[in-house]
């Protein structure tokens, strides 16, 4: 059974630079194979991996419309072109879903192609989905069940009240979820106890469990700069350290 651990949270928060370091993680600590899925249709997830995209599942969609070949039943070419689609990288791959499709377009193409990333998932031991903000993806592509839907919050109050009103789009969105986490990224050094306090109130108030803070990081930021992945940063790094005992929290916990 592979566990699916899903990252929200409004835009800037950090979601892709937290799931960049959960697959560091699970990688560096052998909990492979893992499946990267990036879900945002401003997709950027692989940049912090450091690995090239060449196709995504919303033009092989596309495709799908127009291009099956006469010769070729339709869930063979699915099949051809989504395996064409994984980028095989050191100790996961990367599937990447790219701009959706305009609303109420639920066609045949969606639906074959939900079903062969359904079968798919179940070859890894880790699925680990950045999201965009609305975690439109997950519904849309049938990805309802969800182990760890792992939200990301900015260091401040109102970032805080939006990521529990984040959490509270499970119920619309018909997902199901394990365990809902709260990590409230880019923290000082010293938590404010009017911002820990708050944080505790909305975790109980939205059926959070709170999973820590990362800190604000030089090394982080420095990586962002340069456009070095972070998949490099070397193990010692405090911010991976600190990334580290988070995710070994979230995983000690069963859904
Ligand atoms: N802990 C951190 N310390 C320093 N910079 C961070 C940290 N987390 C995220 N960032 C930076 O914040 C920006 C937004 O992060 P990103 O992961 O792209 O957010 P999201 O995916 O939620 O939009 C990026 O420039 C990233 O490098
Ligand atoms: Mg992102």
Redesign the pocket.
């Known amino acids: 059974m592979s566990q699916t651990i899903a990252l929200a ?10 799931a960049a370091l959960l697959v560091k993680y699970l990688t560096e600590t052998g909990k492979t194979p893992v499946l990267a899925v990036d879900a ?1 249709p401003n997709a ?1 997830l692989n940049e912090l991996l450091g690995v090239e995209v060449e196709v995504t599942l919303g033009e092989i969609k596309n495709e799908l419309r127009t291009a099956v070949p006469e010769s070729m039943a339709r869930g063979d070419f699915i099949e051809m072109r989504l395996n064409e689609a994984i980028i095989e990288a050191q100790g996961f791959d990367l599937i990447v879903m790219g701009q959706p499709e305009g609303p109420g377009c639920y066609c045949a193409a969606h639906a074959f192609l939900s079903q062969a990333l359904e079968k798919l998932m179940r070859h890894y031991a880790y699925v680990v989905v ?1 999201n965009e903000a609305g975690m439109e993806h997950l519904s849309r592509l049938n990805m309802r069940k969800i182990d760890h839907l792992l939200v ?1 919050s900015d260091a401040s109050s109102r970032g805080v009240m939006t990521a529990g009103r984040i959490a509270e789009l499970i119920k619309p969105l018909q997902l199901e979820v394990g365990k809902v986490w709260l990590l409230v ?2 923290a000082p050094g010293q938590i404010p106890p009017a911002l820990d306090d708050y944080v505790r109130q909305i975790c109980a108030e939205k059926k959070m469990e709170f999973l820590g803070y ?4 030089p090394e ?2 420095e990586a ?1 700069i340069e456009r070095r992945p972070l998949l490099a940063l070397p193990k010692e790094s405090k ?1 991976y350290q600190e990334a580290t005992a988070l995710f070994e929290r979230l995983l000690s916990k069963g859904a």
């Open positions: 949270g409004k835009g800037g928060t950090g979601k892709t630079t937290v945002d950027n950045d990301v990224n880019r990362l800190k604000e990081s982080i930021f962002e911010v």
